[in-house]
């Protein structure tokens, strides 16, 4: 039994003992610099307001983990979790149209959330200001977390096990040794650990910094205060009664306590505070996660707040504070085990509404070697070089806090700092007219204003307002003249590593699932399983030699994962921004790479998932026969100091063929067309190959990680299948994350959604039972308020004989 350290006796510490513990992981210490059970960070003076909906499936999964535990935790005889339910208003019709797009997300999870009108919200909170309002989301289940008294009864259920908490006791140092943690350096001594886990909140970046890890977290502080005990709550006798509100088109949440309200605020500026500066224990006037309230930045909010609440008109502010909490460059948690030193764990960056459920993943992740929920989002190993500096931390964290409220749709990107990182081709693009979106820090063309002359040539329907933000329908007449011609595509950002050295096949086969004992020269599309039979990933492995393979993946969390499992004598090496690639695709492809070539192209020499390398013009490059897009062509690789050159040779050959450059919204049409899954949106690791329609991709046998759990699955008796939706009216717009609806019940998500402009059919994949999964199943997808009539399609719908690809 391994002994395990837990840095931290905030929500998410405590509730990680308890989950051990529970699970028989008894030789715990949790140690805390504070006093218990108030130690003094996030946990202690949050106001434990919880919203379960979330843009991402996951994390509402987690709020409601956490729910459902606080709430049956019992602290003398009183709940640790009031379901008072919750409000999110609505004064402006964008806002309201948005607050049904956030039911949505909800009812797509299994939250019961239903939009409301300004009367019914007035009879659930009676200080509303019923003219103001035109209309409410309201989730009877959120509520209040008293987290406080949580940790507690958290704490000692683990105490009783065998665990041990330890207060009064500062971390001073992480042991280390060969790249494993070998224990913590106190001030009440040296504990040895097989295991460390930092759950240190706002001082997380100063426990990883002893770690030797850059933690991409900063903490801000943010303006809470409460009023003086009001007349009209005078009726309430309990702790709280009133649903919990949301004003997000003014930056204000309020909470009931007692007679009082407490009113949050985030329409001051970011005040960002360093890890290192927060004050200790002894020396913070109130604990060391409250700063000093200044008032300046207050300004506003209590007229904002009284336009929906007229009874704060002039109230009394008798408690305020400048509450310090965590927030992270793209808005998720940090979890897991870092890549950099075997052993050492964090669960960082979780605010009280997701603290239970992430305790429970991170348990499950240390015992059983991975979560039963997807967590490829809140993966501590996820970022990128840039995303770990300072200066990025700090700027994008702030800039998270600034639009913690605001109405976002899901393609938009940060503004600033952009741009980060740019390809080879950037120059040309630009010239060209390209419309960026950010991708793993590059700027990557969504379309071409050049192309905008192709709407002569294409009928593309319009869409409505909010499915038109970041799109054009240049993207769709892009999609039809790639498939009548052909079209250059970067893609540069999809990540690339190449796995070398003596042994390379024999890894490669206990961590893939393809039959890789091909020639090289050969391509072999693959996925990599959990213990559980759950989709890690999915990768193409393209042998370039006997002891070397070039492989595309997914994310760094890929490279992370291949890099620890690695033995000595391999080399893992990501090269992706050393290269650069392009994608040739379209009918005319092989003759316009043909024609910049002696060496023969055509089927024979070149088939279908076969590479080689040759010479296009003066450019150097690897080729690769396959497609994304469901088309004839080719990925083109070669170094990024030749990356203008080959944009520039093929520019110039294309021109007699009809080339055009095309991007990011063209090829996701395409890809939908074909049926190709995307990683992370269409599946992951809580689905199996079967579910996912990707068994093909499972050799036979064994031999792999996740083989005995796969060969025990019976294909027969799945409970859910990923499935194409066909819309049935083209006019029907959806993005992706809304439910799936029979016989008015939610039974299911939409994952990926486009329309599809060869076909003339809107598209949308999506998760459902299995029971509905048969062809001509009538369904419905809810979009915003509005329910659209979809049929389970033919999965592909173009090109199911793969003539195209081969030809």
């Known amino acids: 039994m391994p002994k395990i350290v837990i840095i931290g006796a905030g929500i998410v510490g405590c509730s990680l003992a308890d989950e051990l513990t529970e699970r028989g992981y008894c030789d715990v210490i949790v140690i805390e610099k504070g006093k218990l059970w108030t130690p003094g960070g996030s946990t202690s003076h949050a106001p434990g307001v919880v919203f379960q909906t979330n843009g991402s499936r996951t ?39 948005d607050l049904h797009r956030r039911a949505g997300l909800a009812m797509s999870v299994g939250i019961d959330a239903r939009v409301i009108s300004p009367e019914e919200a007035l009879k659930l909170h009676p200080l509303l200001a019923s003219d103001k309002l035109l209309g409410a989301l309201y989730v009877p289940d959120d509520g209040i977390a008293r987290a406080v008294l949580a940790d507690e009864v958290m704490g000692q259920r683990c105490i009783s096990r065998g665990g041990q908490f330890i207060d009064g006791c500062e971390v001073i140092a992480i042991d280390q040794s060969e790249g494993r943690v070998t224990g913590v350096q106190t001030t009440k001594g040296s504990l040895p650990a097989d295991i460390v886990v930092s759950c240190a909140g706002i001082w997380g970046p100063k426990i990883g910094a002893m770690a030797g890890m850059s933690m991409a977290l900063q903490p801000l502080a943010h303006q809470l205060c409460y009023t003086a005990p009001m007349p009209e709550l005078s009726i309430y006798k309990s702790e709280a009664q009133l649903p919990v509100l ?23 500026k970011p005040l960002p505070v360093r890890a290192e500066n927060i004050v200790p224990s002894e020396l913070a006037e109130v604990m060391p996660s409250q700063v000093s309230f200044t008032p300046e930045d207050w300004k506003g909010a209590m007229e904002l707040s009284a336009e929906v609440l007229p009874a704060l008109q002039h109230t009394e502010i008798v408690e305020s504070m400048n509450g310090l909490f965590s927030f992270t460059v793209d808005n998720f948690p940090l979890m897991g085990e870092w890549s950099g030193l075997k052993g050492f764990w964090v669960a960082e960056a979780v605010w009280i509404t997701h603290g239970c459920g992430v305790a429970r993943a991170m348990a499950e992740w240390i015992i059983d070697g991975h979560p039963s929920l997807a967590v490829h989002e809140c993966d501590v190993n996820r970022f990128e070089a840039h995303q770990l500096g300072l200066t990025h931390i700090e700027q994008r964290g702030a800039q998270n806090f600034v639009e913690v409220y605001d109405l976002l749709h899901p393609l938009q990107p940060m503004e600033l700092p952009r741009p980060l990182r740019t390809t080879g081709f950037y120059t040309r693009q630009q010239e060209l007219g390209g419309f960026f979106l950010e991708a793993a820090g590059y700027e990557r063309p969504q379309w071409y ?97 006997e002891h070397d393979f070039f492989i595309g993946v997914n994310s760094n969390i890929d490279i992370s994962y291949l890099k620890q499992l690695a033995p000595d004598t391999l080399h893992v090496k990501d090269i992706t921004a050393g290269t650069v690639g392009l994608g040739l695709f379209g009918p005319k492809s092989r003759e316009l790479a043909q024609s910049l070539t002696s060496d023969d192209l055509g089927n024979e020499a070149l088939g279908y998932f076969k590479l080689k390398n040759t010479y296009l013009g003066h450019v150097p490059v690897m080729l690769a026969r396959l497609s994304y897009v469901g088309e004839l062509g080719y990925e083109i690789y070669t170094t990024a100091d030749f990356a203008l050159k080959l944009w520039d040779t093929i520019w110039q050959a294309g021109k007699k063929f009809g080339l055009i450059a ?63 939706l066909v819309l049935d009216n083209p006019q029907h717009v959806v993005l992706g994350k809304e439910p799936v609806v029979h016989n008015g019940k939610v039974v299911g998500y939409v994952t990926s959604a486009y329309f599809g402009h060869t076909i003339g059919k809107q598209l949308a994949y999506g998760w459902v039972p299995a029971a509905l999964s048969t062809h001509g199943t009538s369904l419905f997808i809810k979009y915003f308020d509005e329910d659209y009539p979809a049929t389970v399609g033919l999965d592909p719908q173009y090109d199911p004989q793969m003539k195209r690809l081969k030809s």
């Open 246 to 268: 949301r004003h997000q088109g003014a930056d204000l949440y309020f909470k009931q306590r007692g007679q009082t309200l407490a009113v949050g605020w985030y329409g001051h």
């Open 449 to 545: 204003q050049d192309n905008a002359s192709l709407l002569a040539r294409y009928s593309i329907p319009p869409r409505d307002e909010w499915s038109s933000k970041f799109w054009s329908p240049i993207a769709g007449a892009e999609s039809c003249a790639v498939r009548e011609g052909v079209g250059l595509f970067d893609i540069t950002t999809l990540k690339r590593i190449e796995v070398t050295g003596k042994g390379a096949l024999a890894f490669l086969e206990q961590l893939t699932t393809g039959n890789l004992r091909k020639k090289p020269g050969s391509i072999t599309y693959c996925l990599m399983l959990n213990e559980k039979g759950g989709i890690l990933s999915d990768i193409t492995v393209m042998r370039r030699g």
């Open 662 to 724: 095309a991007g990011r919204g063209a090829f996701n049409s395409m890809r939908l067309e074909k049926g190709y899954r995307s990683y992370g949106t269409d599946m992951n690791s809580e689905h199996n190959p079967h579910e996912a329609g990707l068994s093909f991709a499972v050799r036979k046998g064994g031999g792999y990680k996740g083989a005995e759990a796969f060969n025990e699955i019976n294909p027969e008796a799945l409970n859910k299948r990923l499935v194409c």
């Open 59 to 97: 994390m509402a999964q987690f709020a409601q983990q956490t729910v459902e535990k606080l709430h049956s935790l019992q602290h003398i005889g009183e709940t640790c979790f009031l379901k008072v339910g919750s409000l999110e208003l609505a004064t402006t019709p964008q806002r309201l149209a």
